[in-house]
């Protein structure tokens, strides 16, 4: 330092006394010992004491430290010392927390000092992400996914217990988040300093998680999503209050849970290096805009709420965007027969007669139904209308799996649409298996000839195989 120590510290000394006096002229310190919960914005704020000659003249000292400078500073002729401000602030924070009365401790100041020294001559920062996840169960301790990412096993409440937060009305965690998401990102202060937060463009944070529960819903049924997040700088001295906020809507309750083990790791860290891949927003639109790109689109869009009716829509044009053929004839059941021929491994004949076939031909009455607006539209004749409610519960019958004739309830909704779900989940397995394979043999986007290859058994093997749809010991 330009200074020696003891002549910095002494201007670091003068500053914290100086801005003691200061709110105690405000009528903000000393406060009582039980109270001493102090928070930026709240019950201290810069803005009451920045004027004091002695602070400004120790920020002055520390800026003007060439080292110090090239951290934080990325235009030369910089003079305004936000950023180091802000750590003094926090110094000031802890000091008084400490403090009896308006005298500053002498062996309280120079413990924070010296971590305010080791902090401003420090290059890089360590940030960390932090998204709860409800509807999931993990039966590990973690899942490693790289360097960065860790989805953990946790209590997440305890995982929020930081400076300043405990105070944010209306976003802790809740019982149901017994998982977490935690990226950590080191960073060089000079690739953001002067901002309060690295944003996502820098450390990723918002496209690791989403991706992390996109491969958990294409790997597993049930319905987990993210509910609180936090963004924190890891120190004694963080640049900035965390960042905290809740989604209200974050309640799977009814859906079910996505139970995930040992076994399903090296399944749910691939499809997460794939999301997060095809999230990268440098990629061509070209790459991002095909045929599978759109399944996936709508296959996540069945998640966001709504009615099942708009989600069973959303699978099944995500079932269009992969099955359908080049013309527009007996739509319906060229897709089914397509779905069943690749998908389904019961069905040996490949005549369409499997479970597959008829889901998928359901699932298509829906969508054709829903489209033109005869669904919900309400018959003349109540007889007309009996039969027509009765057409309505087959159908959530056959799709969930329930005996007909039965009244339908909550749970045959959702069961029809986990069951509308698994399918599609398997078929964007397959088709992307099959979009990374030559265009020589079996691949996707289908080659235009396609139906030939149903009426041919060996073919469906061949496909099947290729797709990684067949049990391996048929392989």
């Keep these: 330092m330009p200074e020696s120590d003891d002549r910095l510290a002494g201007l670091c000394m003068a500053s914290v006394q100086a801005s003691i006096d200061k709110l105690s002229e405000l009528g903000v310190w000393p406060r009582p010992h039980a109270a001493r919960n102090l928070r930026m914005g709240s019950d201290f704020s810069f803005q009451d ?128 988040d017994n998982a977490a998401v935690v990226t950590t990102v080191k960073m060089r202060k000079h690739d953001y300093a002067g901002m309060t937060d690295p944003g996502p463009e820098r450390t990723k944070h918002i496209e690791r998680c989403i991706a992390v529960i996109e491969a958990l819903r294409l790997a597993k049924p049930g319905i987990p999503c993210t509910h609180c997040h936090a963004t924190f700088q890891i120190s004694d001295l963080p640049i900035d209050e965390p960042l905290a906020y809740c989604h209200e809507d974050a309640n799977p309750v009814g859906h079910g849970e996505t139970n995930v083990g040992p076994e399903d790791f090296d399944a749910i860290r691939g499809l997460w290096h794939e999301r997060l891949k095809r999230r990268d927003n440098t990629l061509p639109p070209s790459v991002r805009t095909g045929p599978l790109d759109t399944a996936y689109g709508r296959f996540f869009r069945s998640y966001s709420g709504g009615d099942y009716w708009q989600n069973i829509l959303d699978l099944t044009i995500s079932l269009e965007s992969m099955f359908s053929p080049s013309g527009n004839e007996e739509l319906k059941h060229r897709i089914s027969l397509r779905a069943a021929w690749l998908l389904d491994t019961e069905d040996r004949t490949g005549t369409g007669n499997a479970d597959i076939y008829k889901l998928v031909k359901t699932m298509y009455d829906i969508r054709s139904n829903l489209v033109h607006g005869a669904l919900h539209k309400k018959e003349k004749s109540d007889k007309k209308q009996k039969e027509k409610d009765e057409q309505i519960e087959h159908w959530i019958h056959d799709l969930a799996g329930t005996e007909r004739g039965k009244p339908i309830g909550l749970m045959d909704e959702r069961a029809a649409m986990e069951s509308a779900r698994a399918i599609v989940r398997k078929a964007l397995a397959a088709c992307n298996r099959l979009s990374n394979l030559s265009s020589d043999g079996p691949c996707f986007p289908f080659p235009p000839d396609f139906d030939r290859n149903l009426l041919v058994s060996k073919q469906r093997l061949m496909w099947q195989a290729a797709a990684g749809v067949l049990p391996k010991t048929s392989q």
Excluded: C
């Design 49 to 176: 004491i920045k004027d004091i000659p002695e602070v400004v003249a120790f920020m002055g000292a520390l800026a003007s430290n060439e080292h110090v400078r090239s951290i934080y500073f990325r235009d030369d002729d910089a003079t305004d010392a936000y950023v180091l401000r802000n750590y003094w602030s926090q110094m000031l924070l802890r000091i008084l927390s400490q403090t009896e009365g308006a005298t500053v401790d002498a062996a309280v100041f120079r413990e924070w000092y010296e971590r305010l020294l080791a902090e401003v001559h420090t290059e890089t920062a360590v940030w960390q992400s932090i998204d709860t996840v409800t509807g999931l169960v993990l039966r590990v301790e973690e899942l490693k996914l790289d360097d960065s990412t860790v989805l953990k096993r946790t209590d997440a409440i305890h995982l929020f217990d930081l400076p300043g937060l405990a105070a944010s009305p209306g976003w802790r965690p809740h019982g149901g």
